[in-house]
Nanobody, 125 residues
Framework: QVQLVESGGGLVQAGGSLRVSCAAS????????MAWFRQAPGKEREFVAA????????YYADSVKGRFTISRDSAKITVYLQMNSLKPEDTAVYYC??????????????????WGQGTQVTVSS
């Protein structure tokens, strides 16, 4: 079965950088969209970034554009989220997701059939 395992979360000071990883297994992801979402305490899970595995098209939420970069390593079947210039408001549990829906819906949680368990990112001020 499909498994998504996140790692790399932690505590970082504001202005710092962190990279979280998502190791995927269980199927071929060449036709999938891979995404990162995040959920802060008391808030809804929100879209952060998405990547089309096949053609490497990417898309970012306005709140992270220019600071975060989503990428993939096909050989390792791993997706990364490089986070720079971190702010306290970036504090959340970060989730990896995989889905085969149309690219036009990649911001929607309902477009993703598979989710990881999440990794905590805490940014101190």
């Amino acid at each position: 079965q499909v498994q998504l395992v996140e790692s790399g979360g932690g505590l970082v000071q504001a202005g710092g950088s962190l990279r979280v990883s998502c190791a995927a297994s269980g199927r071929t992801f060449s036709r999938y969209t891979m995404a990162w979402f995040r959920q802060a305490p008391g808030k809804e899970r929100e879209f952060v970034a998405a990547l089309s595995w096949n053609d490497y098209t990417t898309y970012y939420a306005d709140s992270v554009k220019g600071r975060f970069t989503i990428s993939r390593d096909s050989a390792k079947i791993t997706v990364y989220l490089q986070m720079n210039s971190l702010k306290p408001e970036d504090t959340a549990v970060y989730y990896c997701a995989a889905g085969s829906g149309p690219w036009a819906t990649m911001r929607l949680k309902s477009s993703y059939a598979y989710w990881g368990q999440g990794t905590q990112v805490t940014v101190s001020s």
